[in-house]
């Protein structure tokens, strides 16, 4: 059974930034791609970022373009969310999800594996 678990999350003022980290606990994610979920108060989890094992293949949510950038380290076995011009409107639970396949992590439903998730809190 994979187990992720996410980091970095915090309260951060409008206009800051955060990075999200993720890392399996107890596994190696060989060729797995990974992705960031969010989930605001009284909304549907939505889909933010994917990337793929390889790092060549990225998808962003519109709402993370220009601002956010997923990344990853194989070596360390660790997916990154780097997140620029915070907004109030970003404040949520982030997700952590994970899939051998590419294009689950990228669609609405997400991959089979997901972390507990870390609070990010944008204060206006």
């Known amino acids: 059974q994979v187990q992720l678990v996410e980091s970095g999350g915090g309260l951060v003022q409008f206009g800051g930034s955060l990075r999200l980290s993720c890392a399996p606990s107890g596994s190696i994610l060989s060729g797995y791609a990974m992705g960031w979920f969010r989930q605001a108060p009284g909304k549907e989890r939505e889909f933010v970022a994917a990337?793929?094992?390889?790092?060549?293949?990225?998808s962003y949510a519109d709402s993370a373009k220009g601002r956010f950038t997923i990344s990853r380290d194989n070596a360390k076995n660790t997916m990154y969310l780097q997140m620029n011009s915070l907004k109030p409107e970003d404040t949520a639970v982030y997700y952590c999800?994970?899939?051998?396949?590419?294009?689950?992590?990228?669609?609405?439903?997400?991959?089979?594996?997901w972390g507990q998730g870390t609070q990010v809190t944008v204060s206006s």
């Open positions: 999800n994970a899939d051998v396949a590419f294009w689950r992590v990228a669609a609405k439903q997400g991959g089979n594996y």
């Open positions: 990337i793929s094992w390889s790092g060549t293949s990225i």
